[in-house]
């Protein structure tokens, strides 16, 4: 069975330092890799997502993700924080075999200091 | 393109009632997925329909129900409400192959008293 590991509950980082977030996941195959944000009452917006190919991906609002398959790691980083990205930041991952169904890490919320 | 939509926004209901939950996928896409969020669970898979099937199902008991109508469109029921079924319930579609990236909706959610 598929499984997400946010390690992180909560992260606070001063605006322009630096952001990263880990996920860690578990998968026998090679997964399907997103990160998704969420602001307080609203959806999930998609950052970014690994299918294939190049390990570093690049997403939105500034936003990147490495792929490490020695480590089952897919972690989020941001060379510089704004303070409209605080917010709850998702790790999922999906597979070809599970359809469409993704299974969720427990979230990190972000929040930022002036 | 228009985004997912989901009505009502929010529902308060009592225990023992039923409820339905509407979502609307963008445009082509024609796989619909459902998730509830809760603080203590997280975010969990409901059920996924693509061409008016149940293509998926997650671990939930079977007052849980979902279809979905020629158009895409796709309705969850929830029947005899319960306490822990307080939740955000977002849906997200999709073009429809394994795999493809979901687009999630704002959610509906649901009190139940």
């Known amino acids: 069975a598929q499984s997400v590991t946010q390690p992180d509950i909560h992260i606070t980082v001063s605006e322009g330092a630096s952001l990263e977030l880990r996920c860690n996941y578990s998968?026998?195959?090679?997964?399907?890799l997103f990160w998704y944000v969420q602001s307080p009452g609203q959806g999930l917006q998609l950052l970014l997502k690994?299918?294939?190919?190049?390990?570093l991906v690049q997403g939105i609002k500034g936003f990147e993700a490495e792929f490490k398959r020695s480590q089952s790691s897919f972690n989020l980083r941001k060379p510089s924080v704004h303070w409209s990205d605080a917010a709850e930041y998702f790790c999922a991952v999906g597979a070809k075999a599970a359809g469409n169904k993704l299974t969720f890490g427990g979230g990190t919320r972000v929040l930022v200091k002036p | 393109k228009a985004g997912v939509t989901q009505t009502p926004r929010y529902l308060i209901k009592t225990r023992g009632q039923q409820v339905t939950l509407s979502c609307s996928p963008i445009s082509g896409h024609r796989s619909v997925s459902w998730y509830q969020q809760t603080p203590g669970q997280g975010l969990q898979f409901l059920f996924e329909?693509?061409?008016?099937?149940?293509?998926n199902k997650g671990n939930f008991p079977g007052r849980f129900s979902g279809r979905q109508f020629s158009n895409s469109r796709s309705e969850m029921n929830v029947s005899t409400l319960e306490l822990g079924d307080s939740a955000l319930y977002l849906c997200a579609s999709s073009g429809g192959s394994r795999g493809d990236t979901q687009y999630f909706g704002p959610g509906t959610r649901l009190t139940v008293l």
């Open positions: 329909y693509f061409s008016e099937t149940q293509r």
């Open positions: 998968y026998g195959a090679t997964p399907y």
């Open positions: 690994y299918f294939s190919g190049d390990t």
